[in-house]
Nanobody, 112 residues
């Protein structure tokens, strides 16, 4: 079973940028990997996905602002987040599909 550890979150002003990292405990080179987020009082939602071939998907709310990428040699997936908005505030998680054990997530807070 592969475990995931997210990092890179923090407090940022509106319009700022953050780069989240997702480190897997084993190989994910054959997996589709997702980034999710969960805001207070809301359900966890899918934000972005990257296929094993590098194809990507973004939810409409983050298109043009977020970029997902992967480095299979490091068992890692990244989420570059630009032009951050207050509504991006959430705990961000990564997982492969189908999802297994969830990590702790990393908190992203966008506030002035």
């Amino acid at each position: 079973q592969v475990q995931f550890a997210e990092s890179g979150g923090g407090l940022v002003q509106p319009g700022g940028s953050l780069r989240l990292s997702c480190a897997a405990s084993g190989s994910i080179s054959s997996d589709l990997v997702d980034w999710y987020r969960q805001a207070p009082g809301k359900q966890r939602e899918l934000v972005a996905s990257v296929t094993l071939y590098g194809g990507t998907y973004y939810t409409e709310a983050v298109k043009g602002r977020f970029t997902i990428s992967r480095d299979n040699s490091k068992n890692a997936v990244y989420l570059q987040m630009n032009s951050l908005k207050s509504e991006d505030t959430a705990v961000y998680y990564c997982n492969r599909r189908p999802a297994e054990v969830w990590g702790q997530g990393t908190q992203v807070t966008v506030s002035s």
